[in-house]
């Protein structure tokens, strides 16, 4: 459908890429308003369906219009986030521009910022570590790419330091998602961009 106006990222691969009219959308992002504010204080195990309608000011009919199960909202959700952080990863990574890891960093802000909330509450759950894994295995193969050598490989010493890198980066988002940092998204991109270029040339010249 049309939604006749510009959306994030989010909002789009979770309701206007799909067959929803106004009203099912406002619904379904109620739903998932409401799962995440549950698992801020509780396992996924321990929230019932009847317990997230209520949160969400729903009946169960409507729950199941929409979802399956409880753990077809968080698939959902996780599945939406992985997504959309991937396809900004090789969208980036597939352009003409050199890589620069300040400039990767910035588009990830943008969309980040464009769900501020969104992605606030999704890590103060604590239950999205399979996620927050997979970004980690998108944003290490896009630094495999970017530091591989003529013939498209990297060294095994200097794999295994770029998933460290890429966790480390990781974790950095996640701080400053739970609000542990008082540095700006822009100054949260040049430290984590500097923490790659300054530590892969430290380190390059010892594993290559």
């Known amino acids: 459908m049309d939604s006749g106006k510009n959306v994030s990222r989010i909002d789009k691969e979770l309701f206007y890429s799909r067959d929803l009219d106004r009203r099912q959308i406002k619904t379904k992002k109620a739903i998932i308003s409401a799962f995440l504010r549950l698992m801020e204080t509780k396992d996924i195990s321990h929230i019932t ?7 969400a000011n729903i009946d169960r009919k409507t729950f199941y219009l929409h979802y399956k199960s409880i753990q077809a909202v968080y698939d959902d959700i996780s599945q939406t986030i ?16 050199k890589f620069e890891p300040y400039q990767l960093f910035r588009k990830v802000n ?5 769900d501020l909330p969104f992605y606030r509450d999704a890590v103060a759950s604590g239950s999205f570590s399979d996620v927050i894994e997979k970004i980690g295995e998108a944003f290490c193969a896009a630094l495999e790419k970017a530091y591989a050598d003529d ?11 770029l998933v460290f890198v890429s966790r ?10 739970e609000g542990s940092t008082a540095l700006t998204a822009d ?21 290559l």
């Open 187 to 207: 100054e949260l991109a040049h430290l984590a961009a500097d923490a790659i270029i300054h530590g892969v040339m430290g380190i390059a010249d010892k594993v």
């Open 151 to 161: 013939g498209g490989s990297v060294s095994d010493g200097l794999r295994l330091f």
């Open 49 to 55: 369906i009847t317990e997230l309608a209520n949160e």
């Open 168 to 177: 480390g980066t990781v974790s950095m988002y996640i701080a400053w998602l």
């Open 110 to 114: 943008a969309v980040i910022e464009d």
């Open 82 to 97: 992985v997504v959309v952080i991937r396809q900004l990863i090789e969208e980036y990574m597939n352009s003409d521009a």
